[in-house]
């Protein structure tokens, strides 16, 4: 088969638009919390913070809403706590714009006691206990039967809620040990 020019440039693009679409379907591939897009209104909040002390959205919530930040374990997650530790560095920011921050998790109230005092935190470690936030959201990572240590645990990721409980944006990303960008979070939190 002899190769003439035009069919050359038309078998290239017709493999450079293969590549892009192959590309931007797998990209599309990995949404986070599917069953709650942006728009949609969040599950109530009822748990327990590092103190005991039953927190609802109402009172973890700012002025103009709340920073919910879902994280896999502080005990044995190197990932989580070293967003934890970012997370810790612009509480101030975040407050500052009139927003609450919380993180949800299956940790114990006793160890994110621990937590709470060897980091200084200042904001709401939240216990998800049975699990049911996390269920609720659809997002506990299946990977883990019960039984298993990390059974429980969510595909982490942020969201950022307005005062009525409503998902203003979603920040995520498909593997655990990549976790978004505050900046990316505080740019969206800005124009809130």
């Not at 103190?51 to 700012?62: A, E, H, I, V, Y």
Request: with cysteine; aromatic share 10%.
């Amino acid at each position: 088969m002899r190769f003439t020019r035009p069919r050359v440039i038309k078998t290239v693009l017709l493999l450079l638009l293969a590549g892009h679409w192959l590309s931007s379907a797998i990209a599309q591939e990995f949404v986070w919390a599917p069953d709650f897009p942006v728009g949609a209104q969040i599950p109530a909040i009822s748990a327990p913070d590092q103190n005991g002390t039953m927190r609802s959205f109402d009172d973890l919530k700012g002025e103009n809403g709340l920073v919910l930040v879902l994280s896999r374990s502080f005990d044995w997650c190197p990932y989580c706590t070293a967003q934890l530790i970012q997370l810790t560095e612009i509480q101030d920011t975040f407050a500052g714009m009139g927003l609450g921050v919380a993180t949800l998790t299956y940790d114990p109230v006793d160890l994110l006691k621990e937590v709470e005092e060897d980091q200084g935190i200042e904001f709401a470690l939240l216990h998800d206990e049975n699990i049911q936030h996390i269920n609720a959201f659809g997002l506990r990572n299946t990977d883990y039967e019960p039984g298993d240590r990390g059974y429980g645990i969510p595909y982490p990721g942020i969201f950022l809620i307005d005062t009525t409980g409503i998902i203003r944006h979603k920040f995520a990303e498909e593997s655990y040990r990549v976790r978004p960008d505050f900046a990316d979070v505080l740019e969206a939190a800005a124009g809130m």
